[in-house]
């Protein structure tokens, strides 16, 4: 599955200065109410001693507060280096550098363990091809997958829409996506997965599946 998780211009946005925000932000105020969502869902599906892999993961605030409940270790996939030097401060403020791996590249490439729960926020609208993305994940998933994306409704699909043509004009590469929620389902439900919950409200739904029959 060569480059199916390296979405075009994604530099372009992601980097140094958002990376700067985002740390800024979870220092203020904690993760935002979808993230914790994910948080708290993977908690219910059993988090104690868990290996957990995020895609995507930016400063690595989700990661930090699995570890806090009781993960045991985490590896943070990122295609940007920007996000690294906020990540890592953040890490070692927790005290929690030590069981928390950073790699930079396509998660889905050859090196990439599997992990006993995949997260990804805020990513599958970063990708066109939606079912080479969640394929990968189902593939490095041994038990749990969660993910965020943005609603299926006409007004979300206006606002990515408006997103872009702003994208277009700057004369950005980067493009957002909007899914439909229902193929999303299929997708991961093909490759063995069953979904245990959802999230409807907010400008973040989620979905979170767990493995029929676990990988070993």
């Not at 700067?20 to 904690?30: F, N, T």
């Not at 995507?56 to 943070?76: N, T």
């Not at 998660?107 to 599958?124: I, K, L, N, P, S």
Request: charged share 25%.
């Amino acid at each position: 599955m060569p480059h199916c998780c390296t979405p075009t211009g994604y530099d372009e946005l992601f980097g140094e200065k958002q990376a700067r925000r985002d740390a800024r932000r979870y220092r203020r105020k904690g993760l935002d109410r979808a993230a914790q969502w994910i948080v708290d869902t993977v908690r219910d599906q059993g988090v104690e001693g868990a290996t957990v892999l995020e895609p995507g993961g930016g400063v690595g605030a989700i990661e930090l507060e699995l570890l806090k409940a009781g993960a045991a270790r985490s590896v943070v996939v990122e295609l940007s280096p920007g996000y690294d030097g906020e990540a890592r401060e953040l890490a070692r403020e927790a005290g929690l550098e030590d069981r928390l791996e950073r790699r930079l590249g396509d998660f889905a490439a050859d090196g990439v363990e599997t992990a006993d729960v995949v997260v990804m926020h805020r990513v599958v609208c970063c990708y066109p091809d939606y079912e080479r993305l969640l394929g990968a994940a189902a593939a490095h998933a041994r038990r749990v997958l969660v993910f965020t994306h943005p609603p299926g409704h006409v007004i979300s699909r206006a606002l990515v829409a408006a997103m872009n043509v702003y994208l277009r004009v700057r004369g950005w590469q980067f493009r957002a996506f909007a899914h439909p929620p229902g193929e999303l389902t299929a997708t991961v439900r093909s490759h063995g997965f069953e979904p245990v919950a959802f999230r409807r409200g907010g400008i973040w739904h989620g979905a979170a599946f767990a493995r029929k029959a676990p990988v070993r």
